[in-house]
């Protein structure tokens, strides 16, 4: 018999997190059947020998070389026999109830699509982790900190009834539940998005496809955020709004995806001259990141 969830982790590098996540899985006592995918993006450290035997009913996918978030997890959807599909990163900790939450909601409307999770910090604070599509006018508002000036760009989810489960846009892929026969129909994530918007895009197909997308706040996860990606700081940064760039010129077209370049060109150098003038002031070596990290982007936006 089939198990009702796959759930699905792609790791690289991240071998005591990866091991907190399985733990958190099986002690957070599913309530539903569910089989656990691991696919590993060529890791250095132990994580396979650890991991499969201390676990060794999941299933290892061991890749020869890292092929991106968006790969990786298609590969485990490909095996997947669930009928529903949780997209766990392993930098997560799962709490109780947090997967038959997402799969109680899921289950209650046959036009829901996919659901995420409620991602808190280890210290309990909220995460901000739905947002509206990215569109020209949204990223040119957050790109200047217009914000607080112009309203309904972002979601004001520090606000939202903890109770109440919402409609959104986009979810991040921390922890996302599928519903694997929407996934048929619109397809897997794109393979072009190397690491992020990779999710992002997927929202937005899901949603012109007519299928609804919701936040559960009973399902709560603990996120420790991007530790595959903190290795390499800069690199990430540029691959960021490189794949912005890509979903922009995939939905937008290219008349839209020029002038969000040209945004980022003049948001860019705002950042690189006001890093400046704080330079001249106090040594910091976030502003230095900063300021390395937007002078990189300025140098590679036209070839993206």
């Given at each position: 018999?089939?198990?009702?969830?796959?759930?699905?982790?792609?790791?690289?590098?991240?071998?005591?997190?990866?091991?907190?996540?399985?733990?958190?899985?099986?002690?957070?006592?599913?309530?539903?059947?569910?089989?656990?995918?691991?696919?590993?993006?060529?890791?250095?450290?132990?994580?396979?020998?650890?991991?499969?035997?201390?676990?060794?009913?999941?299933?290892?996918?061991?890749?020869?070389?890292?092929?991106?978030?968006?790969?990786?997890?298609?590969?485990?959807?490909?095996?997947?026999?669930?009928?529903?599909?949780?997209?766990?990163n392993p930098d997560t900790e799962v709490t109780p109830e947090a997967l038959d939450s997402l799969k109680h909601v899921i289950e209650g409307d046959s036009l829901i699509g996919a659901c995420g999770s409620k991602l808190i910090n280890q210290d309990g604070s909220l995460q901000i982790s739905c947002y509206p599509f990215p569109t020209l006018g949204r990223e040119f508002v957050r790109m200047f900190?217009?914000?607080?000036?112009?309203?309904?760009?972002?979601?004001?989810?520090?606000?939202?009834?903890?109770?109440?489960?919402?409609?959104?846009?986009?979810?991040?892929?921390?922890?996302?539940?599928?519903?694997?026969?929407?996934?048929?129909?619109?397809?897997?994530?794109?393979?072009?998005?190397?690491?992020?918007?990779?999710?992002?895009?997927?929202?937005?197909?899901?949603?012109?496809?007519?299928?609804?997308?919701?936040?559960?706040?009973?399902?709560?996860?603990?996120?420790?955020?991007?530790?595959?990606?903190?290795?390499?700081?800069?690199?990430?940064?540029?691959?960021?709004?490189?794949?912005?760039?890509?979903?922009?010129?995939?939905?937008?077209?290219?008349?839209?995806?020029?002038?969000?370049?040209?945004?980022?060109?003049?948001?860019?150098?705002?950042?690189?001259?006001?890093?400046?003038?704080?330079?001249?002031?106090?040594?910091?070596?976030?502003?230095?990141?900063?300021?390395?990290?937007?002078?990189?982007?300025?140098?590679?936006?036209?070839?993206?």
């Amino acid at each position: 018999m089939n198990p009702e969830i796959t759930i699905i982790i792609v790791s690289y590098n991240v071998q005591v997190l990866l091991q907190k996540c399985i733990d958190s899985i099986f002690a957070s006592k599913i309530r539903s059947s569910f089989e656990i995918i691991v696919v590993d993006n060529a890791s250095s450290d132990e994580s396979e020998e650890l991991i499969q035997k201390r676990y060794p009913q999941i299933k290892w996918i061991q890749n020869q070389e890292n092929k991106g978030f968006a790969a990786a997890n298609n590969q485990g959807i490909r095996l997947a026999k669930g009928a529903y599909i949780w997209l766990l990163n392993p930098d997560t900790e799962v709490t109780p109830e947090a997967l038959d939450s997402l799969k109680h909601v899921i289950e209650g409307d046959s036009l829901i699509g996919a659901c995420g999770s409620k991602l808190i910090n280890q210290d309990g604070s909220l995460q901000i982790s739905c947002y509206p599509f990215p569109t020209l006018g949204r990223e040119f508002v957050r790109m200047f900190h217009l914000e607080g000036l112009i309203p309904n760009t972002r979601y004001p989810m520090d606000q939202w009834d903890s109770h109440k489960i919402y409609p959104v846009d986009n979810l991040q892929g921390a922890s996302l539940l599928l519903r694997k026969s929407a996934l048929e129909e619109v397809g897997y994530l794109d393979e072009a998005f190397f690491v992020y918007t990779e999710e992002v895009d997927l929202n937005y197909r899901l949603k012109k496809a007519g299928w609804k997308i919701y936040w559960v706040p009973n399902s709560i996860i603990v996120h420790h955020g991007g530790q595959s990606t903190k290795q390499n700081r800069t690199p990430m940064f540029l691959e960021l709004y490189k794949t912005k760039i890509q979903f922009f010129r995939k939905h937008y077209g290219k008349v839209i995806t020029t002038l969000y370049k040209i945004v980022l060109y003049f948001a860019s150098m705002t950042r690189i001259v006001g890093g400046g003038i704080m330079s001249l002031i106090t040594k910091s070596a976030e502003n230095q990141t900063m300021m390395t990290n937007y002078n990189s982007l300025i140098k590679n936006i036209s070839i993206y």
